[in-house]
Nanobody, 115 residues
Framework: QVQLVESGGGLVQPGGSLRLSCAASGSIFAINIMGWYRQSPGKQRELVATIDNNGFTKYAGSVTGRFTITRDNGKNTVYLQMNSLKREETAVYYC?????????WGQGTQVTVSS
């Protein structure tokens, strides 16, 4: 059974920074893609960033240059460094693991950008 546990969300002022972490446990295949998605009230869940086991990254255009996704394969952990946060980026951020044609999700962590 695969489990994803996120941490690092919270309240931050506009222009501030946060770092999210997501640790995967269970039967994790070496070939996989880990990533972050977010969902604001009344909106669909959207891609933020992904990184595969070779380190290839993909970002939503709105976060390019401000967010950085990294991973530690030995720890099956993915990180999201978020800088210059904007009010409209207030959302629940979800960790995702894509592996063997299946998707696994974390429970989500709230990020609130407000003064």
């Amino acid at each position: 059974q695969v489990q994803l546990v996120e941490s690092g969300g919270g309240l931050v002022q506009p222009g501030g920074s946060l770092r999210l972490s997501c640790a995967a446990s269970g039967s994790i295949f070496a070939i996989n893609i880990m990533g972050w998605y977010r969902q604001s009230p009344g909106k669909q869940r959207e891609l933020v960033a992904t990184i595969d086991n070779n380190g290839f990254t993909k970002y939503a255009g709105s976060v390019t240059g401000r967010f950085t996704i990294t991973r530690d394969n030995g720890k099956n952990t993915v990180y999201l460094q978020m800088n210059s946060l904007k009010r409209e980026e207030t959302a629940v951020y979800y960790c995702n693991l894509e592996m063997d044609r299946r998707d696994y999700w974390g429970q989500g962590t709230q990020v609130t950008v407000s003064s």
